[in-house]
């Protein structure tokens, strides 16, 4: 039972233990044990974990082919970057792929390498993940990899849009791989606008009539990029008092807004409908219904370019799926024999029968063995030849103390509560150390 899945640290899921086996008599573990487990499986495959990555991933593959992954070494065989999309990601990107957001401010594991996931919203405005990645570099050469990777593995589908951070070698890479005339690169807005206080200056970044009318502006669905420099300059301006225009075509019953809702996010929006609903519709045109926005989204089956059925991902957690219902049933039973002895003592018979079968065959032993229990926890078997070694220690970008400019040291240092100090006798934010009236300050 792997409890970390569900958030659940080691002392509740002793007690939970506890509680499943009947009581501490028949704990085999203290809760120290459980506190170090963690720390004992690192231990146990230290050394190993990248040529286990890679054959774990081999094994989905073979059982699941529509399962996709890439990975390169160095010249020393350590691991630099690996990239994987299994057929639920595929899936989702046959039906939401339009526009992916790709993040690498995720944090970072153990060796310090970079895991960059790409999203995308699905029909019910969630997000969901179509493939991810470990760099051991943030630089062009892995980016293309990384990118050229992410078409393969979707037949060379391109998205309509893509979102990133400000990284100068992810644009290039971008421009490299993608056909700029299909793919419109887009920065994210979120990493714009955190700049925005450093970049107006600490005047207006305190004035919050200026901030919230500027954040008005920037995340309205009404701004056209013209607009915009003009609506920066005269910032009081309201946007709700603007009026927009439908055009209606009889002919085919089509309608254009001047708002852009339709063309922006492919939902109409409810100057459309309600011009529609005036002219006498009693039902929203084919041509505005988009099957990505349907419930229908996900229930038909999706083929890649090449006109290959994606396939699922049901054989892969069958044996999973086993283990689950037996625990159920397991539980159910001993729940349905309640506190009748004969009925326990019968159960207990079946079990005890059941467990001597299993230690009488070979190929099977007992659970008391820590790494045969490290094994079933990880669901893969730890190899005995190693030919992929773990990444070396990476220095990318967050890794390094990071040097701080002159404004962003005042900043903090105003932020710092003010304390009494012995020495000067004054309210500051210094210390004792560095008191500008210590004697050879």
């Known amino acids: 039972m792997d409890n970390s899945r569900a958030n659940i640290g080691a002392t509740k899921s002793y007690r939970l233990m506890k509680e499943h086996v009947g009581g501490y ?3 085999a573990a203290s809760v120290s044990d459980f506190k170090n487990f963690q720390r004992d499986i690192r231990k146990h495959i230290r050394g190993k974990d990248a040529q286990m990555l890679i054959e774990n991933f081999k094994r989905k593959q073979e059982m699941c082919s529509s399962f996709f992954f890439k990975y390169e070494v160095d010249d020393k065989q350590h691991l630099i970057r690996v990239f994987w999309a299994d057929a639920i990601g595929k899936k989702n990107y046959a039906s939401f792929g339009d526009v ?45 990899w990384l990118f050229e990777a992410f078409r393969a593995a979707m037949s060379d589908c391109d998205p309509t849009c893509i979102i990133t951070d400000q990284d100068p070698a992810m644009k290039i890479a971008i421009e490299r791989v993608f056909d700029s005339s299909r793919t419109r ?6 990493h714009i606008m955190k700049k925005i ?5 600490p005047t207006l970044a305190q004035n919050e009539d200026f901030m919230s009318e500027f954040c008005n502006c920037v995340w309205s669905k009404h701004t056209e990029p013209e607009e915009f420099d003009e609506i920066v300059t005269l910032i009081d301006h309201k946007r709700n008092s603007k009026m927009h225009t439908v055009r209606y075509h009889l002919e085919n019953n089509s309608a254009e807004c001047t708002c852009k809702m339709y063309e922006r996010e492919g939902i109409p929006c409810t100057h459309i409908l309600w011009v529609m609903k005036e002219k006498g519709l009693k039902s929203l045109p084919a041509a505005y ?14 083929f890649d370019l090449g006109g290959n059925l994606i396939e699922d991902t049901t054989n892969m957690e069958a044996v999973k799926k086993k283990v689950g219902h037996l625990w159920f049933e397991i539980f159910t039973c001993v729940s349905m ?31 008391g063995d820590k790494g045969k229990q490290m094994e079933t926890l990880l669901d893969f078997p730890v190899p005995e030849e190693v030919t992929i070694l773990g990444p070396n220690k990476s220095k990318n970008k967050g890794t390094q103390k990071r040097i701080k400019g002159k404004r962003e040291q005042a900043t903090e240092q105003h932020q710092k509560p003010l304390r009494l100090y012995r020495t000067c006798q004054q309210m500051a934010t210094h210390d004792s150390r560095n008191c500008p009236d210590k004697v050879g300050y």
């Open 100 to 144: 992916v957001s790709f993040d690498t401010t995720f944090s970072m594991n153990e060796y310090c390498m970079v895991f960059a996931p790409f999203t995308g919203v699905d029909n019910s405005k969630s997000c969901v993940t179509f493939a991810a990645t470990l760099l051991y570099r943030e630089d062009t050469e892995s980016f293309v």
């Open 337 to 367: 024999a309640g506190n009748n002895e004969d009925c326990l003592d019968d159960f207990m018979k079946l079990i005890d029968g059941f467990k001597q079968s299993l230690l009488s065959r070979g190929n099977l032993q007992a659970s």
């Open 197 to 201: 206080p450093e970049k107006v200056g």
């Open 185 to 190: 690169h887009s920065l994210c807005m979120w």
């Open 289 to 302: 219904i988009k099957t990505r926005w349907t419930k229908a989204a996900m229930n038909m089956p999706m």
């Open 25 to 27: 008599h028949n704990m």
